[in-house]
C-alpha cells in the first residue's frame, strides 16, 4: 500500500473518531435530534444492498467511509488542492464537499 494512502487512511480513521465524539455529545445535549448521518447512512445503505439495520452495521459503515474511503480519496487528491498550508488544504477540502 503506498505511503500515503496508509497515513491519509489512518488520519481518516482519527478525524472519525472525532466526528464520532462530537456526534455523541450533539446527541447528549439534545441538539438537532432529528440529525443522525450514521442512521441516514445505515439506511440508505438498507435501501440499496438489503444490509441489516443494527448499530454495529451502522457504526461499521460511518467508520468504512469516514477511514477507507475520504482518507483514501485525501491522500490521493492531496497535490491537486490549491493550497501549500496542511490546514487550508483540509478546509478547501471540506468546502468542496459541502462541509
Known sequence: MNHRIAKGI???FVATVALSAMMV???KMGMLPQV???????????GFTGTP???????MLHFIIGSVMWGTLFALLFDRIPSQ???????HSGRQHGF
Open 10 to 12: 489512518l488520519a481518516g
Open 25 to 27: 455529545l450533539k446527541a
Open 36 to 46: 443522525n448521518a450514521i442512521k441516514m447512512l445505515s439506511t440508505m445503505a438498507h
Open 53 to 59: 439495520l443494527t448499530p454495529v452495521v451502522r457504526r
Open 85 to 91: 498550508v496542511l490546514l487550508l488544504k483540509v478546509c
